[in-house]
């Protein structure tokens, strides 16, 4: 079982920047595949990113070269560093990890990223 906590969401003007921080914790697990989903009202979950645990990352296009997923596997945890975000941004972000043990996802809660014109 693993369970994951989010945190970093808040209000930020357009332009500015948001970082996201999920920490994994449990009692027996390996994590693969980090990611980061989001959800805006009305809207489909959309995969962001995406870091695997030999660290190759890969972006959804609407965040290229804004947005940066790292992960610290000492902690394990997965970043999100967020720059020139835009309004549409904004959105219910949630991460998720594939735990090599339990063989499944995990989901975070979700934190709140509202992005102001």
């Known amino acids: 079982q693993v369970q994951l906590v989010e945190s970093g969401g808040g209000l930020v003007q357009a332009g500015g920047s948001l970082r996201l921080s999920c920490a994994a914790s449990g009692s027996m697990f390996s994590i693969d595949d980090m990611r980061w989903y989001r959800q805006a009202p009305g809207k489909q979950r959309e995969l962001v990113a995406v870091i695997a645990s030999d660290g190759n990352t890969n972006y959804a296009d609407s965040v290229k070269g804004r947005f940066t997923i790292s992960r610290d596997n000492a902690k394990n945890t997965v970043y999100l560093q967020m720059n020139s975000l835009k309004p549409e941004d904004t959105a219910i972000y949630y991460c998720?990890?594939?735990?090599?043990?339990?063989?499944?996802?995990?989901w975070g809660q979700g934190t709140q990223v509202t992005v102001s014109s």
């Open positions: 998720n990890v594939y735990d090599l043990h339990s063989i499944r996802n995990y």
